[in-house]
């Protein structure tokens, strides 16, 4: 099969991507890497969509490069059957106005399912599979790479990172802010005084007066309520007495006086 694709992107750009293992992967769409780091980065499970099926081939895939063309090998068996595929895929990097152009020329050698299917399903499906690489490959293309990893002045990498502007911005003192009010006051000249202490009995007594009773007066103060005991009746002064003693005195006479008048009659 043969397919070409216009893609607005330096070829230097897509060259350094189409050639990186672990930055082809992220182009292909349905490949997931198998979990062992030791097995490569093109090593996995892709899933290709063929009419109205789907297709899961476990295999790898290597990248090599030939007179300036980038050749895509890779062969894998079928996860579940008893199929198989070989491809070979060559890419041409063709730089052109405001772009690149890329010519892909491939051939595919297949037994099992992919096998038994036509021929426009087939190239239909290649094609698909194509374009989506492209749009991922044009969006991974413009992506800043990522940073290389510290050394030390003799260019050997030992794993330290080395002082930094970075760090010395944040190592240096700040300022002082030019909205504090009291930026231009000089406290340095300026004794601070503190309060005499207080004999133990004033701060006793400014300490009850601030908070009320003090623990002690509490814990000796008398019930309150119903539990608060009876009070004790009242003494009864002198003055109170004689008020209530004269009129029974007085009373008592004038009896006396009639009973002794009745008697005299009486004899």
Not at 65 to 91: F, M, N, P
Not at 159 to 175: K, W
Request: charged content about 25%; proline content about 8%.
């Amino acid at each position: 099969m043969e397919h070409e694709v216009f893609v607005p992107v330096p070829a230097e750009a897509l060259r350094a991507t189409l050639t990186d293992p672990a930055r082809v992967v992220r182009c292909v769409p349905g490949l997931q890497r198998d979990a062992d780091a030791e097995a490569g980065p093109l090593t996995g499970r892709l899933k290709v969509r063929v009419g109205g099926n789907t297709i899961t081939y476990r295999g790898t895939l290597r990248v090599v490069e030939r007179d300036g063309a980038i050749t895509y090998e890779g062969e894998g068996t079928e996860a579940r059957g008893k199929g198989s595929a070989e491809l070979s895929l060559t890419v041409v990097l063709t730089p052109v106005a405001e772009g690149t152009s890329l010519n892909f020329t491939g051939a595919l050698t297949a037994v099992g399912r992919l096998a038994d299917a036509t021929d426009e399903a087939r190239a239909s499906a290649g094609v698909r599979l194509l374009d989506k690489f492209v749009e991922a490959l044009a969006v991974l293309a413009e992506e800043p790479a990522a940073p290389e990893e510290a050394t030390d002045d003799d260019g050997v990498d030992d794993g330290v990172e080395e002082p930094s502007a970075r760090s010395a911005v944040f190592d240096a003192p700040l300022p002082a802010s030019s909205l504090d009010p009291l930026l231009d006051e000089d406290f340095t000249d300026t004794p601070i005084e503190f309060p005499a202490p207080q004999p133990a009995a004033e701060a006793a007594h400014a300490r009850r007066t601030m908070i009320g009773r003090s623990a002690e007066e509490v814990d000796h103060a008398p019930p309150r309520g119903r539990y608060a005991p009876v009070p004790a009746p009242e003494a009864t002064s002198a003055g109170a007495t004689l008020r209530w003693i004269a009129p029974a005195a007085a009373l008592a006479l004038a009896s006396a006086v009639v009973v002794g008048r009745a008697l005299r009659r009486r004899r």
